[in-house]
């Protein structure tokens, strides 16, 4: 996921954010619509229509990306896999998932839910569109031809459906990581039942088309399309550099195979009991251990979130006393906390564990078990008979 994502909203608890490349696209997309629709509506250069339509065109075009990448996460999150947030960008859009598919059969469908998405609202807007222009003049709007005889909102619509198909045509291409390329590995899975071996199969396809990319890119540069080949060869090279971080990754998936959370936590982990008042808290753990938070459980054991030292520090002196650590605590949301059961490869690119430098680890009623730090999946992925690191 692209870095410094500006948040916009959240969609069932799922962070949608944009990043800021994606303005610049925006622009690019608005400035190109404008003249469009300007030769559409027969308007002159002053007027606002076409813009007016221009922009229309580029929200709803990222807001078919969006309910692309929603479809592979609501699929995702039915399957048990959590999601990190969505970002918009200049190249689409992305789900961070939590962790990898654990199944062809999972990876599959979250893998295809996108694609389908995005055929549906392509069906839908021919349908409409067809509706409302006719099939002639429906074709020349989804090919941008300014000379179509249909309304502005029925060149929109076209428009909007060419643009959806190209989309979903791209994204069928059988190379990793595009959604064509999940699906092939997921093929590839169920076939040899390995899913390293899948993998790297797929992300080699994905090295491929992204080769063939920048070349074709090249060769449009050379011939004068400047801007065409330009775009079409940053695509390759990010396609190549993903398929190749992929393999990477497959290399310490295959090392963390079998080895759970519980495997590597620390199973005697000091927690505060959250009816106890501030004052104790400074007294029994901040002052003692020299922490800067500790889990906080009630009266089952059950984890219910952290205190930190600056939180607890903000409590005026006079009230430590009477207020209890309960009151103050940040509650768990499901980012600060991990089962014990599963496999550590799932907080690989966790950005809970990023962000805090530890998880909890709790069992399936929620009761603390332990704690997983940053630095204890760091020597899980030392080679246990040489301690040297696996190669990045």
Known sequence: MPAGALTLFHVRGIRIGVDYSLFFVLFLIIIWLSGFYRDVLGADEGATGPYLLALASALLFFGSILLHELGHAFVAIRRGIGIDGITLWMFGGVARLQRDSDSPGTEFKIAVAGPLVTAAITLLCVGAGI????????????????????????????????????????????????????????????????????????????????????????????????????????????????????????????RLEGVSVGDVMDREPVAIPEGMSIERAFDEYFLRYRYT??????????????????????VPEPERGSTTVGEILARDEGSLTVREDAPLESLLGNEGLRRLGALIAVDPEGRLRGVVTVEAVGRALNDPATGESLPS
Do not use: C, M
């Open 131 to 254: 509706a409302l222009a006719g099939p002639d003049a429906f074709r020349e709007a989804a090919l941008t031809d300014g000379q179509t005889e249909s309304s502005g909102i029925a060149a929109l619509i076209g428009w909007l459906a060419g643009i959806n198909l190209l989309v979903l045509l791209f994204n069928l291409v059988p190379a990793f990581p595009l959604d064509g390329g999940r699906i092939a590995r997921a093929i590839a899975w169920k076939l040899t039942g390995d899913r390293g071996r899948a993998t790297r199969f797929a992300a080699t396809l994905g090295r491929g088309f992204g080769f063939l990319l920048i070349g074709f890119g090249a060769y449009l540069f050379v011939r004068g399309d400047l801007i065409g080949g330009l775009w079409l060869a940053v695509v390759g090279f990010i396609l190549n550099g993903s398929a190749r971080g992929a393999i990477a990754q497959t290399q310490i998936t295959d």
């Open 293 to 314: 938070w500790f889990p906080v459980t009630d009266s089952a054991s059950r984890f219910a979130g952290l205190l930190d030292q600056a939180t607890a520090e903000a």
